[in-house]
């Protein structure tokens, strides 16, 4: 593990004279690109979609793309809540993580619509088989029709 500290000093410090002026700030704060406060949600965004498995893109795209028998509600429940879970945990943690925050928060709203598209789905599903059960198949809508019954 050591060897891995030293390298990683040894790219921060020739890093430091090549940062300009007006990101200084940034480079040397709190959860600036020094520390794991910055690259924890930066990797949580770009390496997941790098390998095609980001969970925070793949919910975005399934918002608009999934049909809504396909969705796991069960999965979208967890993840939502895991999402305000960690928002709320990014916010009380110092320093205050906002970029993870930001991360959390995408995942968690598109889970929760995720889940909306899927609940109103059935809830459609469900009333058209209530409206089904209601109307028989055998009752003609049109005029006259107790007298068609006795016709044939």
């Not at 918002?63 to 429940?77: D, E, F, T």
């Not at 320093?95 to 959390?104: D, G, H, I, T």
Request: hydrophobic content about 45%; overall charge positive.
């Amino acid at each position: 593990m050591r060897p891995f500290f030293r390298i990683y000093g040894d790219i921060i410090r020739h890093a430091d004279r090549l940062v300009p002026g007006m990101m200084r700030p940034m480079w040397l704060s709190a959860t600036g690109p020094r520390t794991v406060f910055f690259w924890g949600p930066a990797m949580k965004w770009v390496l997941p979609a790098i390998c095609k498995q980001c969970v925070v893109l793949a919910g975005l795209i399934d918002v608009l793309a999934r049909p809504p028998h396909l969705i796991s509600q069960k999965q979208s429940l967890v993840l939502a809540l895991s999402g305000v879970l960690w928002s709320r945990w990014s916010l009380v943690i110092k320093p205050k993580n906002y970029s993870y925050l930001a991360c959390n928060a995408v995942l968690s709203v598109s889970q929760c619509m995720l889940l909306w598209r899927s609940l109103n789905s059935e809830w459609k599903k469900w009333q058209d088989e209530k409206a089904h059960i209601e109307q028989p198949d055998y009752v003609e809508k049109r005029a006259g029709w107790p007298f068609r019954l006795f016709v044939d």
